[in-house]
């Protein structure tokens, strides 16, 4: 069921691939983790440490209240860390690409032409 | 097709004025300036029509219909989003639940931006790589196609459905209880709408509506917040301690914690536990916002508008910056409507709070009955109704993708239908689903349809999200996991709702109202005020006449007695099968193909190769 023009296994076997895979692996599994962790950790404390929410800071605010509105920004860091690490994998990507696609397509003008496309697919492109 | 269209348009654009302009006539109406009021809705209603006309003109392939060409840009694209996702459970439930309960209201809301972290790390990126129109097209890349198309679709339809109809019946409840539009016709504007927008002007219309919705929302949001700052110098320490001194505040939250007095009243209605008293609750409903998002077809739909995965991710950057600035907004409105309104007042309109954001909008400005007022009620109740459209739009593009483009095209065509036949298909299917939702909400007067909203997330994070993910990133998995997965998650979620105790259980209705005249009738004579004497007796004879309607064998809806499960939000169990499914199935099975597909979708899912073919529609 492989392609025709491109040699998919030797492109996942590719040393380059698979820095790029497991770099952005990495990021997912890290950043997932600390997103799920702090967000998580509202119900968690609700359960387990309640006072911890009811602790005044200032007049009319609490720590809950700062905990809860700081997921907005904590959420954004976690957004951003992501777009600046993805962006240098997008520049492996792209060198990869650069590399693999004349060999693996050659001739071809359309690298995505494979089994994908000349199966049931072939109206979807 | 374009001319019959822009006529349709234009036809039933008039006549969705006109007819609403004359149901307006039932009294009690929150608004009473009602020239005013349809001239604020008939602007905001034009300004979208006229998009949907210039858009309609350019749908010409299944392409611009699906996916507006996939040419849309990110920042565009994300403000699309927000609309898509900004509900009116957002806007007007939370704020309303922030009023009435304070902490706990923020808690929810919490979760709805939370959700956008797995859309981003997991989800985005390769569906725009990997996939076209549907969540279909992204499992079906390596799993059996026909199967898996026809199963994917019959999830998307359940979320999206799940998901539009408390959207179509809480709009008409609140339009209604606002301007005195009746409950059907209030209905039927909101189908006719969303037919004009999708049927008409497909993705491009339906973008449009959606990014004028997010940026009405935001900026009304935003005005609201300015204005309830303004007494208070944007001091927000002393806005905050107003609240905790506020009397009203104090009374309303006297009844839920007895042991507490003055400012302690007002400080505790900062913490948690007004509202959701079970952290396993809060828990399983985090769950479900957070790993449902990820898999709403809706949603799912928007990353195959942009041109390539980086475009998707930063268009995901955009929604949450939209989303998180208004979710920041809606917190404030919720606690200047307890601070400016009250919740009495706000609780008495609706119990559920919903009418809190638009109630607050009039007490800013002037108050009841002052045409300023009246305006910016208008106003917002304007911004309210074109939320639901712009969200009840998109879940209905994408349950029509869904049955054109999975069901029809792919599973019973095989995937080979004429661009021409695509269009009309689409058109056809997006009727259809217009046509089920309008009946169905009109059929769900009075009915309590809240807890579908739950249901669409748990199916979509049971059913849909399991199979997503283990499609994407596990080497393993086979169509016949991904087939058992939806299905069983899909049915596992569904049983447990209805189990739960979201549904009405008479017998316990019959017990509870029996106790009371129980408790009543011991409590009677040792009471000699005459005046609580005759209140009691009133109180147990209203209770009496309830048991007394109930017969003693009642059931709920599946023939139960009590909740079989006591959690509301299933996903806490739901999800846990609907991944064991998944991977269960496919440990004890083998997919030749998909295994043979693994290579070039790890390949494509990294890379983005043979996205420009992809996007050439």
């Known amino acids: ?125 | 097709m374009r001319a019959k269209c822009s006529k349709a348009l234009v036809l039933l654009a008039g006549a969705v004025l006109s007819i609403s302009a004359r149901a307006a006539t039932q009294a009690g109406a929150v608004i009473q300036h009602r020239a005013l009021t349809f001239a604020v809705f008939g602007l905001v209603i034009a300004s979208t029509l006229v998009i949907t006309y210039f858009a309609s003109r350019r749908n010409r392939t299944a392409g611009d219909f699906y996916t507006a060409g996939g040419n849309i840009g990110p920042a565009k694209n994300g403000l699309a989003i927000a609309g898509d996702y900004l509900s009116a459970a957002a806007f007007l439930g939370a704020s309303g639940l922030i009023a009435l309960y304070g902490f706990d209201g923020m808690i929810y809301l919490v979760g709805f931006f939370a959700a956008f972290i797995p859309v981003l790390l997991l989800i985005a990126e390769p569906c725009r790589n990997l996939g076209r129109y549907t969540l279909g097209d992204v499992l079906a890349m390596r799993n059996s196609f026909r199967s898996t198309k026809a199963v994917s679709a019959l999830s998307s339809v359940v979320v999206a459905l799940a998901y539009m109809i408390p959207q179509v019946v809480g709009g008409a409840v609140i339009v209604r209880a606002l301007v005195g539009i009746d409950y059907t016709v209030s209905v039927l504007c909101v189908g006719a709408l969303m037919l004009i927008y999708v049927a008409c002007g497909g993705m491009r219309a339906t973008t449009w509506v959606q990014v004028i919705k997010a940026v009405l929302l935001i900026g009304a949001s935003f005005i609201l917040v300015v204005l309830a700052w303004l007494p208070f110098g944007f001091h927000v320490p002393a806005f905050m301690q107003a609240i905790v001194a506020s009397p009203m505040v104090q009374a309303h939250v006297a009844p839920m914690v007895t042991s507490l007095h003055g400012d302690a009243l007002g400080w505790r209605f900062l913490e948690p536990g007004l509202f959701l008293t079970k952290p396993i609750e809060l828990l399983s409903l985090g769950l479900a916002l957070v790993l449902g998002t990820a898999a709403m077809p809706h949603i799912l739909m928007r990353f195959f508008t942009v041109k390539d995965a980086r475009a998707a991710r930063h268009s995901v950057m955009w929604a949450m910056l939209g989303i998180g600035a208004c979710h920041l907004f809606i917190i404030v409105i919720g606690f200047a409507a307890a601070y400016y309104v009250g919740a009495p007042l706000i609780a008495s309109l609706d119990k559920g709070g919903n009418l809190a954001a638009p109630l607050l909008a009039q007490a800013l400005v002037g108050g009841r009955d002052s045409v300023a007022g009246d305006l910016m009620l208008a106003f917002i109740a304007a911004v309210a109704f074109a939320t639901i459209v712009a969200v009840v739009a998109g879940l209905t593009l994408a349950a029509a993708s869904a049955l054109a483009h999975d069901v029809y095209v792919g599973a019973m065509r095989g995937g080979n239908a004429p661009e021409r036949e695509q269009v009309i298909a689409a058109r056809i299917a997006t009727l259809i689903v217009g046509l089920i939702a309008i009946s169905v909400s009109i059929m769900a007067r009075g009915q309590n349809v809240a807890q579908l909203v739950g249901l669409g997330y748990a199916v979509a994070a049971s059913a849909n999200l399991p199979a997503l993910v283990l499609t994407l990133y596990w080497k393993r998995c086979t169509t016949q996991g991904v087939l058992v997965g939806i299905v069983g998650g899909t049915v596992t979620a569904v049983l447990l709702v209805l189990v739960s105790p979201n549904m009405t259980y008479p017998a316990m209705a019959r017990d509870a109202a029996l106790s009371r005249v129980s408790a009543i009738g011991q409590r009677l004579p040792s009471v000699s005020d005459a005046a609580l004497r005759t209140a009691l007796l009133a109180e147990q004879k209203t209770a009496q006449a309830t048991a007394d309607a109930i017969p003693a064998d009642a059931s709920s809806m599946v023939g139960l007695r009590a909740p079989l499960v006591n959690l509301r939000n299933p996903g806490i169990i739901s999800i846990p099968i609907g991944f064991l499914l998944v991977i269960l199935v496919s440990l004890f099975t083998r997919d030749r193909r998909a295994e043979a597909r693994w290579p070039e979708m790890v390949v494509r899912r990294e890379t983005g190769y043979g996205i420009a073919a992809a996007i050439d529609h």
Not at chain 1, 47 to 69: E, M
Not at chain 1, 70 to 83: E, H, M, R, T, W
Not at chain 1, 85 to 102: F, M, N
């Open chain 1, 1 to 125: 069921m492989q392609s025709n023009h491109v040699d998919w296994l030797a492109m996942q076997a590719n040393e380059q691939f698979r820095g790029l895979v497991r770099h952005r692996r990495n990021t997912i599994v890290a950043l997932g983790l600390v997103a799920a962790l702090y967000y998580f950790s509202i119900p968690a404390l609700i359960a387990w440490f309640p006072s911890f929410f009811t602790l005044r800071l200032a007049p009319g605010i609490n720590l809950g209240l700062v905990f809860a509105v700081s997921q907005y920004p904590f959420g954004g860091l976690i957004a951003y860390v992501f777009l600046r690490r993805t962006a240098s994998i997008d520049r492996l990507a792209a060198d990869l690409l650069q590399q693999l696609a004349p060999a693996t397509a050659a001739g071809s003008a359309a690298p995505a032409v494979s089994a994908f496309d000349l199966g049931e697919h072939a109206h979807a492109r």
